[in-house]
């Protein structure tokens, strides 16, 4: 648990925390609301159907640098020195990952709760496209981190982690 916590509060101590979440949030709500003033119905479904493309791109960018920093500034030897068994460390990345990508994606729930207010939504398939959300952002965490364990350059594991992002996400297109 320390180590998800200080991997989430390293987020937060560079503005590329910020202006990942503000971009996430900024480009997926005009692309929600846009969609839903075209169609005329109150609905999140394009806001979720939207997320694995923005995902795709916003999860590799912000795990690029996990393991991959760590290897480049040589304190990945030192974590490792310590009294750590390696699934702890891969546990605590993960997990302070995730929580920072749960985060920008709670940046989208005041929309979903005045959607619920002013409008006949059905709470329960809201709440289901957030836990779909949640287990989708989990899985391109884990992507983006092995990709991150690959290389000691941010810029590779980006790439690498957008390309299989984009496959997993053709793969599930009807």
């Known amino acids: 648990w320390t180590l998800a916590k200080a991997e989430l ?19 997926s709500l005009f692309l929600t609301f ?3 003033y075209a169609s005329g119905a109150a609905s999140l479904r394009p806001f979720f159907d939207f997320l694995p ?6 999860i590799p960018a912000a795990t690029m640098r996990s393991l991959a920093e760590e290897r480049r500034g040589g304190t990945l030897e030192w974590l490792s020195a310590n009294p750590l068994q390696e699934i702890h460390l891969v546990l605590g990345k993960f997990l302070g990952d995730w929580a920072f990508v749960l ?14 207010w002013l409008s006949e939504a059905d709470p329960g398939i809201v709440v289901a496209q957030y836990v779909g ?16 364990s690959l290389t000691r350059n941010q ?16 793969i599930g297109l009807p």
Do not use: C, E, K, N
Request: hydrophobic share 65%.
């Open 34 to 36: 846009r969609t839903m």
């Open 133 to 148: 959300g949640t287990l989708l952002a989990g899985q391109l965490v884990a992507v983006g981190l092995w990709a991150s």
């Open 155 to 170: 810029i590779s594991a980006f790439i690498v982690a957008t390309g299989l992002s984009f496959v997993l996400f053709l």
């Open 103 to 116: 985060v920008a994606l709670a940046g989208s729930l005041p929309t979903a709760l005045g959607l619920l």
């Open 9 to 27: 509060r390293g987020y937060f101590d560079h503005p590329t925390a910020y202006i990942l979440i503000v971009s996430f949030l900024g480009l």
């Open 53 to 58: 493309i923005l995902f795709a791109v916003f």
